[in-house]
């Protein structure tokens, strides 16, 4: 069965830096053919996909967001970790990481999500 | 890359089949067979639907189905239930991920 959680923090202030940990279970991200993105969703509004990462340590980034995103793994822990710089308020959103299969470019399985809010 | 165009509502009856649009461009939608679904009930995750156009995951009922005609996917719900109400989120993959603005079902 696999699962994801997200956590960090829940208010950041404007110029800060997010990093959030999306914590798995059910599947290795040392398997070929494995992903893990992040997805967020200000409230309200539709979802946005920001960030990816292969089990062979290929990342993919948002183009409008690239230079603000950082995103890693540790296979061993079955984490992958986003981080955000420079936030903003307009990035007040839930995260969610979501398992993906490389054959399919789809997000099969999805975290809760995680609120983060950006205020001063 | 600009968001997938998806009708802001649809509405239908018990019973009823309805269908939402998600328009894109020959750069992603009608360049790939690659359009997922999603769904997504108040507060919660979205939840897969729908995978390379028209595939259903296990333990989706068939009355959701999928197609694709050039630059716009589609998602046809038959037989309406009151638990299909939602959001409905298109996404094609396009060298990189792009989502639709969403479509709120109301089943009436």
């Known amino acids: 069965q696999i699962t994801l959680k997200e956590s960090g923090p829940t208010l950041v202030k404007p110029t800060q830096t997010l990093t959030l940990t999306c914590t798995f279970s059910?599947?290795?991200?040392?398997?070929?053919?494995?992903?893990v993105g992040w997805i967020r969703q200000p409230p309200g509004k539709a979802l946005e996909w920001l960030a990816l990462i292969y089990w062979d340590d290929d990342k993919r980034y948002s183009p409008s967001l690239k230079s603000r995103l950082t995103i890693t793994k540790d296979t061993s822990k079955n984490q992958v970790v986003l981080t955000m710089t420079n936030m903003d308020p307009v990035d007040t959103a839930t995260y969610y990481c979501?398992?993906?299969?490389?054959?399919?470019?789809?997000?099969?399985?999805w975290g809760q999500g995680t609120l983060v809010t950006v205020s001063s | 890359q600009s968001a997938l165009t998806q009708p802001a509502s649809v509405s239908g009856s018990p019973g009823q089949s309805i269908t939402i649009s998600c328009t894109g461009t020959?750069?992603?939608?009608?360049?790939?067979?690659?359009v997922s679904w999603y769904q997504q009930h108040p507060g919660k995750a979205p939840k897969l639907m729908i995978y390379?156009?028209?595939k259903r995951p296990s333990g989706v009922s068939n009355r959701f189905s999928g197609s694709k005609s050039g630059n716009t996917a589609s998602l046809t719900i038959s037989g309406l239930q009151a638990e299909d109400e939602a959001d409905y989120y298109c996404?094609?993959?396009?060298?990189?991920?792009?989502f639709g603005g969403g479509t709120k079902l109301t089943v009436l």
């Open positions: 979501a398992h993906v299969r490389s054959n399919v470019l789809d997000f099969d399985y």
């Open positions: 020959s750069s992603d939608v009608g360049s790939y067979n690659l």
């Open positions: 390379e156009v028209s």
């Open positions: 996404c094609s993959y396009a060298g990189r991920w792009v």
């Open positions: 059910g599947f290795s991200l040392s398997t070929s053919g494995v992903g």
